[in-house]
Nanobody, 119 residues
């Protein structure tokens, strides 16, 4: 079983910063792509940023220049540094990973962490 635990969400004023973490645990050999998604009330879940095992990244246009995704492969942990936050960044943020383990390959989601940006 693979478990993802997000942390670091909270309430912040517009213009502020937050750092999210996603720690992966379980019987896995390696993690390939890791990504952050978000879902605002009444909207579909959308990709915020993703990072491959070798560090290649891509970002949604709406967060480019403000958010930075990173990972620590030794700790099976991914981060999302969010700066210059806007009210439209308010959402539940989820991490998602593609992994390889004894049972084969798969993908898993975390339960999410709430980010609320007040204007």
């Amino acid at each position: 079983q693979v478990t993802l635990v997000e942390s670091g969400g909270g309430l912040v004023q517009a213009g502020g910063s937050l750092r999210l973490s996603c720690e992966v645990s379980g019987s896995i050999f390696s993690i390939n792509v890791m990504g952050w998604y978000r879902q605002a009330p009444g909207k579909q879940r959308e990709l915020v940023a993703a990072i491959t095992r070798n560090g290649s990244t891509n970002y949604a246009d709406s967060v480019k220049g403000r958010f930075t995704i990173s990972r620590d492969n030794a700790k099976n942990t991914m981060y999302l540094q969010m700066s210059s936050l806007k009210s439209e960044d308010t959402a539940v943020y989820y991490c998602n990973v593609g992994w390889r383990g004894a049972a084969g390959t798969g993908g898993s989601w975390g339960r999410g962490t709430q980010v609320t940006v007040s204007s």
